[in-house]
């Protein structure tokens, strides 16, 4: 194996840390302490573990935390009512709705009842506008991460190649903004993209967000390039067993790339850190203070 290894649990440790002591200079300066109000509707389990980690996360940076269980069958009108209480309140400066929705709602509507302010997910129709147009926004948390871990790990980005895999509004596109704002020259490849192994190999830098395990070989991958598996897939073993792997099959692609993302421990705990330093920062826009360095776009 060639490749360094970008350890994302390690980093995302460092951002909570930068994010811990922000908050408490906010506190002891400012009288100030961030809040999170996470909203989770219906039992599907994943989101559940999610949002349990969020709340627990939220509270050791000195947050505050706030979690809403709403019932599987809640009414559109309630759900809305609840996010506009959310709107209202000084103490809550990051609101987070858990996609995704049972599928009598509107999740479009949903997110878009967020204040524009608030939306640490950075799904807000407006701030989706604002980053498109290069101007500061709220930033999908996936995404950012990635962006951090590139920046960490290069310095800087320009005049790089960039393949993005993947064209979805929480990851793929976000995604290619945000490496275009950093003055790559970006693709983005989908399903329909004709001979992505032939994209890819011209890439400094992949990002593979399809949800397809394993899917991108090595021999895709130019020697030396950085890949980004934000991928999470569970796969059966033969034993019965299960166990996590991206969407890059790490060893052979670890064998010619220069840097290369683990799953687990890479992408997955960058997404909940980006979501604290965005629950920060929007509590410093609100407040008129300087925002955190280093932890927005
Ligand atoms: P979506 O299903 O919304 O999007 C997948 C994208 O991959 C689509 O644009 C699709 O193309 C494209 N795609 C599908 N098959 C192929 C193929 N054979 N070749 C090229 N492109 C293909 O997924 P998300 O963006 O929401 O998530 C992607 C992955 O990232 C998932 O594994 C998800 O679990 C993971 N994820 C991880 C997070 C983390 O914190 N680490 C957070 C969010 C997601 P088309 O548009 O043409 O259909």
Known sequence: MTADIIDGKA???????????????????????????????????????????????????????????????????????????????????????????????????????????KDVDGFHISNVGLLGTGQKSMVPCTPLGCLMMLRDYHGSLLGMDAVVIGRSNIVGKPMAQLLLGDSCTVTIAHS????????????????????????????WIKAGATVIDVGINRIELP?????????????????????????PGGVGPMTIACLLANTLTACCRANGLAEPEGLTA
Do not use: W
């Not at 999170?36 to 509707?41: F, G, I, N, R």
């Not at 103490?91 to 878009?112: A, C, F, M, R, S």
């Not at 001979?195 to 949800?211: F, P, Y």
């Not at 996590?244 to 993302?261: E, K, M, N, R």
């Open 11 to 117: 980093f995302a440790a460092r951002v909570r840390g930068q994010v811990g002591e922000h908050v408490a200079r906010l506190k002891e300066e400012h009288g100030l302490t961030p809040g999170l109000a996470v909203v989770l509707v219906g039992e599907d389990p994943a989101s559940q573990v999610y949002v349990r980690s969020k709340g627990k996360m939220t509270t050791e940076v000195g947050m505050k935390s706030v979690e809403h269980k709403l019932d599987a069958a809640t009414p559109e009108a309630d759900l809305l009512a609840l996010i506009e209480q959310l709107n209202r309140d000084k103490t809550i400066h990051g609101i987070l709705v858990q996609l995704p929705l049972p599928k009598h709602l509107n999740e479009d509507l949903v997110i878009n009842a967020i204040d524009p302010a």
């Open 192 to 219: 329909r993209t004709r001979d992505l192994a032939d994209v890819v190999r011209r890439a400094d830098i992949v990002v593979a967000a399809v949800g397809r395990a394993e899917m991108v070989p090595g021999d």
């Open 239 to 263: 034993d019965g067993k299960t166990r996590l792997v991206g969407d890059v099959d790490f060893a052979s692609c670890a064998a010619v790339a220069g840097a290369i993302t683990p799953v």
